[in-house]
């Protein structure tokens, strides 16, 4: 009966030695690749780096200024860029504006390259129901995995730095804007597109003109959550060596810093109600022309 | 048959895997419930033959389910056919490759849909413009082309509109310019009017015979509504489980039914309003009747009558008498149909 007492697993010894072999291959990987992978985001590095120096180096009433045109511009509300305007002025009062302007940085590259590889492949899934097979397991075990997890190869082969903290935040949060494009592709009206084709409408025309304008609230919602995940990374990205609002956080956990951890931990709260209100706004307004006979 | 521009020749059309192999099956007379009991295809079209006349309304009519808008699909190409063959003046539809049925579909025929089909996110005036950018006409002169029509269908005013803010009635106004401004010589109507309520549908139907009498397009229209069909269609095709059952004039439908399926179809229909005096004329005798022309409906003939006391009719053409019709004839035309058989073995199931 020792069959059913006892789950019959691996010997302990051939386990160890399969750990063992994958980890050596990893670390000859990494020792023969590394490089050349390193070279391959450098120019990914530079533009992270360049854009944090970029806002650092503007003088702070021109950002405040810009924070607040840009939230006016997407959700075309006073009170939402008055206020975005003086959270930032609060933050900058309170000591965290270098701090911020890095935050700021990383989360704007990380959507940045979210969008520009998650809509493409959100495309390209809502095409084939085939490649909607293979992508969606994929995306699941991005959402799911613990982050240490696949932080630690990323580590292995890029050492600590920006570039490794901006591959994880993207990893955990190009998952929806995927999800997303690709929904919001399939659930366009197949009437409409059967006019598309009915009228000679190649592939670009019916994509540009019908598909990802239809698609579009949903492609928009979908961006909206790539930037609240991305900041929800920023803690986690600070404790392999990204700079920003993460640092302070990580800090006051581990010496129990009470209030430093709280401003902080605000201040990303503070961006993400900024960016999530003003994406949200603005991807209402892309939604006008559903409200029907408003003006007739 | 020469003067058809559209030439529909051993159509079929089996939806499921296997769908040329079972072809033959359906060729041999296998019906549409059998072949989904003991194969699971659904027939679509069984061997359909149509010739669609230049310059004028072709009504194809039947119930859901009886293959019309597939049959209409197969034109522009939208629906692959299983076999047979789609000739537009002189080309082969179903040969054409991607790039050509794309042109075809640009300049040859352009279409309009039964829930309009129209791009919410355009204004009324982009979405008449939507063929026009297509084939590539510049903003400029496609926004003039897009107004003409819009101007046309009698919406001028509404161009800055969203189509959700504008009734059904001028949406698919809208899907008719839309269609009439790509200045394709074929126009496809997939029951158009049938989401209309009937006053607008009523309305719709004017609209189109007035164009009609102008543009002289070749139309296929699609439809399950034998009035509109009547009203509208030079000639009518019927179409049963994917058969095409009978075709003709508005007339002949009505005078003489295939079977007793086109029969019970056309029963309740005013058959005063849709025969005209030359359906009833015979030779005139020697009596003198009330002068009137041959293309006049009964119903307004008789009217005619009434008011002049007179109960025969010389029927006349380019002005000449070409026979006669007597009040009594008119009364027998009109009263119900004996159930007839003629010409056909179909029953009736």
């Not at chain 1, 800090?251 to 709280?262: D, P």
Request: charged fraction near 20%; include cysteine.
């Amino acid at each position: 009966m020792s069959f059913f007492d006892k789950f019959p697993a691996m010997e302990r010894t051939d386990l160890r030695d399969l750990k063992k072999g994958i980890d050596s291959s990893f670390k000859e990987f990494s020792r023969s690749w590394g490089e050349g992978i390193e070279a391959f985001f450098d120019p990914l590095f530079y533009f992270l780096v360049n854009f944090e120096k970029l806002l650092l180096a503007t003088p702070w009433p021109i950002i405040i200024a810009i924070v607040a045109a840009l939230s006016y511009l997407g959700s075309r509300s006073w009170k939402l860029s008055a206020g975005a305007a003086v959270s930032f002025l609060v933050i900058g009062y309170l000591g965290m504006w270098n701090n911020t302007m890095s935050t700021v940085a990383l989360i704007s590259v990380a959507t940045f390259i979210c969008i520009a590889l998650g809509i493409p492949i959100g495309i390209a899934m809502s095409k084939s129901d085939r490649l909607q097979a293979i992508i969606t397991p994929i995306l699941d075990i991005m959402q799911t995995i613990p982050i240490f997890v696949y932080l630690l190869p990323v580590v292995m082969l890029l050492g600590i730095g920006k570039v490794p903290g901006l591959i994880a935040v993207c990893v955990y949060a190009m998952p929806p804007i995927v999800r997303l494009t690709n929904l919001g592709l399939r659930l366009v009206d197949k009437e409409i597109l059967e006019a598309a084709d009915a009228f000679g409408s190649n592939y670009r025309q019916r994509l540009f003109r019908v598909q990802l304008p239809l698609a579009l609230p949903n492609i928009f919602a979908g961006v909206n959550q790539t930037i609240m995940m991305a900041l929800a990374m920023v803690v986690i990205a600070s404790m392999i060596g990204v700079k920003g609002l993460g640092v302070p956080v990580l800090q006051s956990i581990q010496n129990q810093y009470l209030a430093l951890g709280l401003m902080n931990g605000l201040a990303i709260v503070a961006l993400a109600i900024i960016f999530d209100r003003v994406s949200q706004q603005y991807g209402k307004r892309l939604q006008r022309h559903r409200e029907g006979g408003s003006d007739v | 048959m020469s003067d058809n521009k559209i030439e529909i020749k051993n159509l079929y059309k089996i939806f499921g895997p296997d769908d040329k192999n079972m072809v033959k099956l359906v060729a041999d007379g296998l019906g549409k419930q059998e072949l989904l009991d003991q194969h699971q295809h659904v027939l679509g079209l069984r061997d359909v033959n149509i010739g669609i006349s230049a310059s004028s309304i072709n009504v194809i009519m039947g119930l859901s389910g009886s293959g019309k808008s597939t049959l209409i699909r197969h034109i522009n190409r939208l629906i692959e056919p299983t076999v047979g063959e789609i000739i537009v003046d002189g080309e082969n539809v179903l040969e054409m490759d991607q790039d050509k049925i794309r042109d075809f579909r640009r300049f040859g025929a352009s279409m309009v849909f039964q829930n309009f089909g129209l791009m919410p996110h355009r204004t009324v005036l982009e979405n008449a413009m939507y063929g026009l950018n297509i084939q590539g006409v510049v903003s400029s002169e496609g926004e003039k082309r897009a107004q003409h029509w819009l101007d046309r269908v009698g919406l001028s005013g509404f161009e800055d509109r969203f189509p959700a803010q504008l009734s059904g009635g001028m949406q698919q106004r809208v899907g008719l310019a839309r269609a009439l401004a790509t200045d394709a010589d074929i126009l496809l109507m997939d029951e158009a009017f049938s989401a209309l309520d009937p006053l607008i549908r009523a309305d719709m139907q004017a609209i189109l015979l007035d164009l009609q009498d102008e543009l002289h397009k070749t139309i296929v229209f699609i439809t399950h509504d034998l009035d509109e069909a009547l009203r509208i269609g030079d000639d009518i095709a019927i179409l049963r489980d994917g058969e095409l059952i009978q075709k003709g004039t508005p007339q002949k439908i009505v005078l003489k039914p295939a079977n007793d399926y086109v029969a019970d179809f056309t029963k309740d229909v005013n058959r005063a309003r849709v025969l005209t005096l030359d359906t009833l004329s015979h030779e005139a005798g020697s009596k003198k009747g009330l002068p009137l022309e041959s293309n006049l409906p009964i119903e307004e003939a008789m009217q005619k009558m009434v008011e002049s006391k007179f109960n025969l009719v010389t029927v006349m053409k380019n002005n000449k008498a070409v026979g006669q019709v007597s009040l009594d004839d008119m009364v027998a035309a009109i009263a119900k149909p004996k159930p007839t058989n003629s010409g056909s073995t179909t029953t009736y199931r």
